[in-house]
Nanobody, 122 residues
């Protein structure tokens, strides 16, 4: 059974930091591109970062320079370090694993977690 479980969300003030984790099971983690998405109320789910099997990363413009993603294949885990948080970063954050390649597009991912809430106050 495939599982992706996010943790680390919470409430912070603008300028603060959070580190999200995603622990996975049920598939060969090292063979998959993995990524982070977020969805704010009333908005589409957007891809914010992806990391391929070699560790190469890609970020959407709004988080470049503030967010860093990493993976630990031995722990079957994905991480998102979020610094200099802004109120507009408030959303439910999801990790995802994909079999179709290195993309920020939602349809590139087969497996999804349940999400962890991030709230940034001004």
């Amino acid at each position: 059974q495939v599982q992706l479980v996010e943790s680390g969300g919470g409430s912070v003030q603008a300028g603060g930091s959070l580190r999200l984790s995603c622990v996975t099971s049920g598939f060969t983690f090292s063979d998959y591109c993995v990524g982070w998405f977020r969805q704010a109320p009333g908005k589409e789910r957007e891809g914010i970062t992806t990391i391929d099997t070699s560790g190469t990363t890609r970020y959407t413009d709004s988080v470049k320079g503030r967010f860093t993603t990493s993976r630990d294949n031995g722990k079957r885990s994905l991480y998102l370090q979020m610094n200099s948080l802004k109120p507009e970063d408030s959303a439910m954050y999801y990790c995802a694993a994909g079999g179709s390649g290195y993309t920020l597009k939602r349809n590139g991912y087969n497996y999804w977690g349940q999400g962890t809430q991030v709230t940034v106050s001004s």
